[in-house]
């Protein structure tokens, strides 16, 4: 099983970047999934949620100009990212709290690096 994330690259500020993220392998089920980010000398930060439900939950920070969303019958977690600004780059990381028939942990993406030009 892993997580594939892909959708960065160089961008105005002011710009979009749609991330998205697919799981596969031999998966039953992925409850919540989301996007952590870490920017240059910076923690890495929470940046949304989304239950396997669809109930959502984003960073202030982020607030209004990011959505998260997933898509079930594609095991897939995208982040809609509007009004980019500077202090967005990072590099992002999509993660999923994975079952199989024998093993239920969190899964993590490789990382995609974002870059917001002034």
């Known amino acids: 099983v892993q997580l594939q994330a892909s959708g960065g690259g160089l961008v105005q500020a002011g710009g979009s970047l749609r991330l998205s993220c697919a799981a596969s392998?031999?998966?039953?089920?992925?409850?919540?999934m989301g996007w952590y980010r870490q920017g240059p000398g910076k923690q890495r930060e929470l940046v949304a949620v989304?239950?396997?439900?669809?109930?959502?939950s984003v960073a202030d920070s982020v607030k209004g100009r990011f959505t998260i969303s997933r898509d079930n019958a594609k095991n897939t977690v995208s982040l809609q990212m509007n009004s980019l600004k500077p202090e967005d780059t990072a590099v992002y990381y999509c993660?999923?709290?994975?079952?199989?028939?024998?093993?239920?942990?969190?899964?993590w993406g490789q990382g995609t690096k974002v870059t917001v030009s002034s």
């Open positions: 989304i239950g396997s439900g669809g109930s959502t």
């Open positions: 993660y999923g709290v994975i079952s199989t028939s024998s093993m239920r942990e969190t899964m």
């Open positions: 392998g031999s998966i039953f089920t992925i409850g919540v």
